[in-house]
């Protein structure tokens, strides 16, 4: 992306400005896009369990232009790119145990009566 | 002694140490590399930090939609769609300052840092006004949480006229102060023949006058939506909603209250009402607010650790200012502000995961 610079060290590797304004744009690109579906997405007939997957899409795309570019993970080592998205990894773990953990009590918990039943609205 | 003879004797073979090499690393790029993979493992941490936040809003979301869906119209998406931008701007200014610094571009590197400040302090003050705006409508964590239906205007003893909150007042204190500070300092500064110094006040105030920027901005723009009514008039067609909602889906509304203490079947009828008073069961828009409330309580967790981070970016970035002004970047020395811009990135990262969550709920 940038060899002009031939006299820096290895390790040493400047963005060209011309992509990083490339991302940038397409940030806020990518921002206007999750704004406008979401405000506008019913009206425009899309389905309304389609709109938080594509928020998430959205949002993962945006994280994935931050991360390659502005934090050079692009021309990163592999020890690092391994060790952060480990990190995904061991959060979807984290998020995934938990939900699917999340009802084990649920049975218990309807054991016990309503508000309602205990006591009805006095009118 | 024999520690001297070392250190000139490691001098003297052949190593290119730099002015800021450590001399327990072979080479500058090793000492980089060594900073890089310590930074990536801590915005590791940082990750796992949030996720816990993360999992009690997939968990919350899951069990009661409903509550999410009702609570995020509280939420104002053109506030958060400009605090979106604004961190994506401080993003794009911090990545053209780890350029320079790699280009040994001080001065430039000091400019990018300062802009990157300024947008991080935007970025609080506008965050200052959606928090005064929800305080002023009762909206609390969930143990505190009263919205005020009639009366959502905000107290303005202090802001007299000018419609500004009370509470917006009380947080632009400290930066208030802080602006002071750094003015005196820098006048100080430039009286005793510290010019760096001074720089570096200079900067801090400006940093400073950012948040005011971002606060009065917020204020200017949350004033003409109160002129057209839009987010109080919306309020009673909304409860109506909730009240609607809790009669159809009495199970998905009262679970999670359930689970405290309710007395047992067939207990005595009086105690019975006593605790449903309590837990305002007799009024099920009353007891929808709160659980609004529950959405708020994760809301204020996210975005004030978030906030947090800013903060700290703040700090972390001023000491690149700081080192900046002093010209210590060279092409094989570079890494501080690679790693604060790692950092800074990460916080964009995970607002651009708390903005769709939080704001654009449907």
Not at chain 2, 112 to 137: Q, R
Not at chain 2, 150 to 170: A, M, Q, W
Not at chain 2, 186 to 201: C, D, R, W
């Amino acid at each position: 992306m940038s060899d002009q610079h031939a006299d820096l060290p290895k390790f040493c590797h400047p963005v060209s400005v011309k992509l990083l304004l490339t991302v940038f744009i397409a940030l806020i690109g990518l921002t206007v896009l999750t704004v406008v579906t979401s405000a506008m997405g019913p009206s425009l007939g899309m389905p309304r369990d389609f709109a938080f997957p594509l928020a998430m899409s959205i949002a993962t795309v945006k994280a994935f232009l931050v991360c390659a570019f502005f934090m050079h993970m692009w021309w990163d080592k592999g020890i690092n790119i391994f060790a952060f998205l480990s990190s995904l990894f061991f959060v979807s773990l984290f998020i995934g145990f938990t939900l699917m953990d999340s009802s084990a009590y649920q049975n218990d918990i309807n054991l016990f009566p309503r508000d309602a039943e205990v006591a009805p609205p006095a009118e | 002694m024999a520690v001297v003879d070392t250190h000139a004797a490691h001098h003297d073979d052949h190593h290119d140490h730099g002015e800021f090499i450590a001399h327990h690393f072979d080479s500058a790029e090793q000492q980089f590399d060594s900073g890089k993979l310590g930074i990536w493992v801590f915005l590791v941490t940082e990750v796992l930090f949030f996720s816990g936040l993360f999992v009690a809003y997939t968990l919350y979301r899951n069990h009661h939609p409903e509550i999410f869906e009702q609570a995020h119209v509280y939420l104002d998406k053109i506030l958060g769609g400009l605090n979106t931008v604004v961190l994506l701007f401080s993003s794009l200014t911090m990545a053209m300052a780890v350029r320079s610094a790699q280009l040994a571009k001080n001065k430039n590197c000091a400019n990018y840092i300062l802009v990157t400040m300024v947008c991080a302090a935007v970025f609080l003050g506008v965050k200052a006004v959606e928090y005064s705006h929800k305080w002023d409508m009762g909206i609390f964590v969930r143990s505190g949480f009263h919205l005020l239906k009639e009366h959502t205007h905000p107290k303005t003893e202090i802001g007299i006229g000018l419609g500004i909150s009370d509470y917006l007042v009380y947080i632009s204190v400290i930066p208030a102060v802080l602006l002071v500070v750094f003015v005196v300092a820098a006048v100080l500064g430039k009286m005793n023949q510290k010019p760096n110094l001074s720089k570096l006040m200079v900067a801090l105030a400006i940093t400073v006058g950012g948040y005011f920027l971002g606060a009065v901005g917020g204020q200017i723009y949350q004033n003409t939506q109160k002129d057209e009514g839009g987010h109080a008039a919306s309020q009673p067609v909304l409860l109506h909603a909730m009240t609607v909602t809790d009669d159809q889906h009495p199970a998905a509304a009262d679970d999670h209250n359930q689970a405290a203490a309710t007395p047992a079947p067939g207990s005595e009828q009086a105690g019975g009402t006593e605790h449903a008073d309590k837990m305002g069961g007799h009024h099920p828009k009353e007891k929808l607010d709160r659980d609004v409330g529950i959405f708020f309580s994760i809301y204020y967790c996210m975005t004030g650790l978030h906030a947090i981070h800013i903060f700290g970016g703040i700090v972390a970035l001023a000491w690149i200012y700081w080192r900046s002004v002093l010209g210590h970047w060279r092409h094989d020395y570079f890494g501080p502000v690679d790693y604060v811009g790692l950092y800074w990135h990460l916080v964009d990262l995970i607002w651009i995961f708390l903005f769709p969550l939080l704001y654009l709920i449907d």
